[in-house]
């Protein structure tokens, strides 16, 4: 397990360096010029164009960039741009001039409003979509299982940026069924106002996610049911509620384990629709509005950091399926 898990880490590392040097490559020597984003328009001289460029570095041969870049993310870096100097401590991805701040220090601050809705989603839709899995593979058949697979696979048709802007418009716009939606720190501003604000995000998130999990959980649950050991566990008088959760659960979690990992990261690294929809200032909304005003380090930062959050996810997935079914086995 230990020679695994060193092995799982360094390809990692091998993965998260091939993508800083593809970002690297592409959002600095690309077809767009980065000192152009620091050039006023309107008083952008050739000269003062040149000077920019000498201030960001980009007079330098491409491996000293490269490696001035990654040594800023262990041991800091200094930035100067003009009149202006920026101290960016570690781990430094980069400054932002537009915001004239460090980008590390940037996306720390939006952070928090991320990770509560990932939380909050993930907790709904694993559960609701799980639960609901079991149920339908319980009364396979029956009427109970038509309805849960009819109307997953009907929310699951809408498109998901249309199913969040119908809840807001519908039930925070026109009948103020739920309180005006935004992030609001749980610990400066209370957890109340944390829940009311972030509510109805987390049940877009959740009812739309739970549908797969639905699914999936329903067909493994299926499956497992169908196996010899579960029929042994039938045989020996254990109840149906044992047989389901203990021995029929267990085995059918793995798939929907995998799938749980990827969908978590990848709200960790920000869903653009919903943090736009419902006003909350998170990772999602940052990349895109970096997007916008061609912050090149922000852009940067935010692929690197979405690299990582899915490769860890990888990897503690990987972990995971050692300990929830034993015939997996790691070597």
């Avoid at 339908?136 to 109970?144: C, D, E, H, I, V």
């Avoid at 992030?183 to 106002?193: K, N, Q, S, V």
Wanted: charged share 15%; net charge neutral.
């Amino acid at each position: 397990m230990f020679g695994y898990i060193i092995r799982r880490l360094i390809s990692g590392v091998l993965v998260l360096l091939v993508v800083s040097v593809s970002v690297f490559a592409l959002f600095f020597y690309g077809p767009s010029d980065p000192a152009l984003a620091y050039c006023p328009e309107t008083r952008c001289t050739p000269q003062r164009l040149e000077a920019v460029r000498t201030s960001l570095g980009l007079d330098e041969p491409v491996v000293q960039q490269y490696t001035d870049y990654m040594a800023g993310i262990f041991t800091g870096n200094d930035f100067q741009l003009g009149s202006i100097a920026i101290e960016c401590p570690a781990p430094c991805l980069g400054v932002s001039f537009k915001l004239r701040l460090p980008v590390t220090e940037y996306l720390i601050s939006r952070f928090p409003a991320t990770l509560s809705l990932a939380l909050g989603g993930a907790v709904i839709f694993l559960t609701t979509g799980v639960g609901m899995g079991i149920m339908a593979a319980r009364k396979r058949g029956t009427g109970t299982d038509k309805g849960i697979v009819g109307v997953s696979l009907f929310i699951n048709a809408i498109p998901y940026y249309l199913l969040a802007l119908l809840a807001y418009l519908f039930l925070i716009s026109q009948w103020a069924i739920f309180p005006e939606s935004g992030y609001y720190g749980p610990f400066t501003e209370g957890p109340l106002a944390w829940v009311k604000g972030m509510l109805l995000a987390w049940l877009v998130i959740g009812l739309s996610y739970s549908t797969q999990y639905a699914r999936f959980s329903r067909g493994s649950m299926i499956e497992s049911l169908n196996e010899d050991y579960v029929r042994t566990a039938r045989a020996k008088g254990l109840s149906e509620r044992q047989v389901t959760l203990k021995h029929g659960l267990r085995a059918a979690i793995v798939p929907v384990v995998t799938i749980f990992g990827l969908d978590f990261a990848y709200l960790l690294t920000g869903t653009i629709f919903t943090e736009r929809i419902f006003g909350i200032q998170g990772i999602g909304v940052t990349a895109l509005d970096a997007i916008g005003n061609k912050d090149l380090p922000v852009i940067s930062a935010t692929v690197l950091i979405a690299a990582a959050f899915i490769v860890v996810a990888n990897i503690i997935v990987d972990i995971i399926y050692s300990v929830i079914d034993p015939r997996v086995r790691l070597t």
